[in-house]
C-alpha cells in the first residue's frame, strides 16, 4: 500500500513565522502535490513537481512556496505565515500517467496562525 | 478546462436507505472521473475510478457510480446507506495531456440518520 506521510497533524504558528510542512511518500511516485483545504471550497491545489527539483504553480501559489530535492519528499513553505493561511493542508503523490491514476494521499496537517 | 460541481454540500439519509451523491462535470476532452471518501480527521481515501473501460463503475464499501456522457454526470450511489459511511465524499475529474493536475468539487458531507 502507498504510504504518505505528513510530519504533523496539527501546528500552531505566529504570524510572519517562516513554516514548513513536510512530506514524504514511500511509493517512488514521480508526482506531487500540496493542497488546502476550506469548507466549502473543496481542495484547492498550491503546487505540484512532476519530479526532483521541478515544480509548477496551482491554483492559489500566492504566500507558498515548495522544495523537492528528493523524489519522496515534498516540502511545502509559508514565507511569511498570515492568518488566512489558517487551514488543513493535504499531501498527495501519483504514478506520471496520463491522468487516470488516482492520487494518494496523506492524513493533513491542520495549521493554525495566530 | 475541466470542472466539476457537486450538488448539495450536505446530504442526510436514513440507515438503510439508498444513498444518492451528485456530480456533474465539465471537459473538452474524455474525462476520467474520481470519488474520493474523507473520513473525519483523515485524507482522501479512493472510491472508485472512471477511465473509460465501463460505464458502470464499482467501488469499496458496496458504492457504485454510473458515467453518463449525455448527461454529463457521475453520480454515486450505495443501495442502502450504513452508519459507517457518515463522512465527506468528492468528486474529481482528470483529462489526459497534462501532469495529471485533477481538479476536485467541493464535497458533499453525508449524514446517516440512525
Known amino acids: 500500500d502507498v504510504k504518505v506521510t505528513q510530519s504533523s497533524r496539527y501546528l500552531v504558528k505566529r504570524t510572519g513565522e517562516k513554516v514548513f510542512l513536510e512530506c514524504v511518500q514511500d511509493?517512488?511516485?514521480?508526482?506531487m502535490f500540496w493542497y488546502r483545504q476550506d469548507p466549502g471550497l473543496g481542495l484547492r491545489l498550491i503546487y505540484f513537481s512532476y519530479d526532483v527539483k521541478m515544480k509548477e504553480k496551482g491554483d492559489i501559489p500566492e504566500g507558498y512556496s515548495v522544495s523537492r530535492e528528493k523524489k519522496e519528499r515534498f516540502s511545502l513553505i509559508l514565507e511569511s505565515a498570515s492568518t488566512n493561511q489558517t487551514s488543513m493542508y493535504l499531501c498527495?503523490?501519483?504514478?506520471?500517467?496520463?491522468?487516470?491514476?488516482?492520487?494518494?494521499f496523506g492524513d493533513g496537517t491542520r495549521l493554525s496562525i495566530l | 478546462a475541466q470542472s466539476v460541481t457537486q450538488l448539495g454540500s450536505h446530504v442526510s439519509v436514513s440507515e438503510g436507505a439508498l444513498v444518492l451523491l451528485r456530480c456533474n462535470y465539465s471537459?473538452?476532452?474524455?474525462?476520467?472521473l474520481f470519488w474520493y471518501v474523507q473520513y473525519p480527521n483523515q485524507g482522501l481515501q479512493l472510491l472508485l475510478k472512471y477511465t473509460s473501460a465501463a460505464t458502470l463503475v464499482k467501488g469499496i464499501n458496496g458504492f457504485e457510480a454510473e458515467f453518463k456522457k449525455s448527461e454529463t454526470s457521475f453520480h454515486l450511489t450505495k443501495p442502502s446507506a450504513h452508519m459507517s459511511d457518515a463522512a465527506e465524499y468528492f468528486c474529481?475529474?482528470?483529462?489526459?495531456?497534462?501532469?495529471?493536475?485533477?481538479?476536485f468539487g467541493i464535497g458533499t458531507k453525508l449524514q446517516v440518520i440512525p
Open positions: 471537459s473538452s476532452v474524455p474525462p476520467y
Open positions: 474529481a475529474v482528470s483529462v489526459a495531456g497534462g501532469y495529471q493536475k485533477v481538479t
Open positions: 498527495a503523490s501519483s504514478t506520471p500517467r496520463v491522468g487516470d491514476q488516482p492520487q494518494h
Open positions: 511509493m517512488d511516485h514521480e508526482n
